[in-house]
């Protein structure tokens, strides 16, 4: 018996071979902070020879679940069903089972809420979906979309499996950016409510409760976020009133 791989083994090795050095060099990009969601799913939807979609299911403590990612079109529809029914291989792998694996849509009873209309809507019938190893209280699932039924085997779903961990530094990464963003604004905001409050308390001779209660009133009178209004008082030197906005409407 020949030891040399049949062709189509030998092409398949070749592909993934390339996959997993493209892999290679975007970890080597972590550690300049660039790992990129978007390209791991990517690559990952390239390697396993049977999908035709890739995406990333992130669920946050307290908030809906959210595709951060995927590679195609047929993803974002067939995920935004899952979230709408509260169920699905999506949801269940990421919040309570570490890999999922559905080979027809059309003949599942574990989703009665998602399976038919994901048939109906999208033609999707094949799907496996793998946790993603978070650290805290997020979860994620790494996920595979196809439209025949049947269409992963063993070695789709164990390279499928591969990319997990590197889906998971990459979803961290993109919290990680998150959350240094929304500290930058937060920060923003502080600075520019700290400055309006030192030009109320110098021109009305008030305390510094007082002139934050009278930004939070006419932020609520106004409808219009309170770092808005202090970053007008900030550059006008007043607080804006309703005539304000009522003469900036009919100048329009």
Known sequence: MSDTPATGDSALMRRLGGQFEELTHLLS??????L????IVHVAGQAVAHSEDCALTLIE?????RTISSAGEISPRVDELQYEAGEGPCLEASETADFVHV?????????PGFADRCVR??????MFSVRLPLSGSDTAAL??????????????????????PFAALAVQAALHQQQTTNLETALQSSRQIGTAIGILMARELMTADQAF???TSASQHLNRKLRDIADEVATTGELPTAADRSRRRDAR
Do not use: C, K, M
């Open 143 to 164: 996920n595979f979309y196809a439209r025949s039924p049947g269409a992963f085997d063993d070695l789709d779903i164990g390279v499928g499996a591969i990319f997990a």
């Open 36 to 39: 990129d969601p978007d390209r």
């Open 61 to 65: 403590a307290r908030r809906r679940p």
């Open 121 to 126: 809507d999208t033609g999707v019938r094949s």
């Open 213 to 215: 209660a009278q930004l």
């Open 29 to 34: 990009q972590s550690h300049s902070g660039t």
């Open 103 to 111: 080979d027809d849509l059309a003949h599942e009873p574990r989703w």
